[in-house]
C-alpha cells in the first residue's frame, strides 16, 4: 500500500469513495470556515 492520502482511481467499493468524497468535502469547509 502507498502513503495513507493515496487513494487508486477506482477504488474496490463504492462506499470507500463515497466516504473519500464526505471527508474531503468536509475537510475542505472547516478549512474555509477557519480561514
Known amino acids: 500500500?502507498?502513503?495513507p492520502d493515496f487513494y487508486p482511481q477506482t477504488p474496490n467499493c463504492p462506499e470507500?469513495?463515497?466516504?473519500?468524497e464526505v471527508l474531503?468535502?468536509?475537510y475542505?469547509?472547516?478549512v474555509d470556515g477557519l480561514e
Do not use: I
Not at 16 to 20: I, M
Open 1 to 3: 500500500l502507498g502513503p
Open 16 to 20: 470507500e469513495a463515497l466516504n473519500k
Open 28 to 30: 475542505r469547509e472547516t
Open 24 to 26: 474531503q468535502s468536509g
